[in-house]
């Protein structure tokens, strides 16, 4: 998933590099910048795990799945603290997928940027 998320951070940045050359021009710092990639790919990371944690507890709530051996059962069920590590989860996934194309964005001359985009 992480390959994922970076692959389509690093797209959408490369997709905007003189967007993001413009804020540069209008006097926006590379730290900025690479926060505003940043953010992109936290938000891009919270969308996709909500949506996959939202289709797993469907599932699962949906299913009624369990295992059965020796007469012990265990059913599958989601609870508050999966929710939370999942959220987590997606959060960090989402931050690490970032960080690469941040720094790109980043450090790429503005007078390229506009050239070359």
Known sequence: MLAVV???VLIAVRS???ELAVMGVVG???GAIAVVVLCEGLLLGLAGGALGVGAAAAALHLGGFSLT???LSVVFAVDAG???A???ITILLGLAAS???AWRAARTPVLAALRGG
Request: net charge neutral; proline share 5%; aromatic share 4%.
């Open 16 to 18: 905007r590099v003189q």
């Open 82 to 84: 999966l929710l939370a």
């Open 69 to 71: 051996s020796e007469g």
């Open 6 to 8: 970076a692959n389509t």
């Open 99 to 101: 960080l690469v194309p």
């Open 86 to 88: 999942a959220g987590g």
């Open 28 to 30: 926006y710092g590379a």
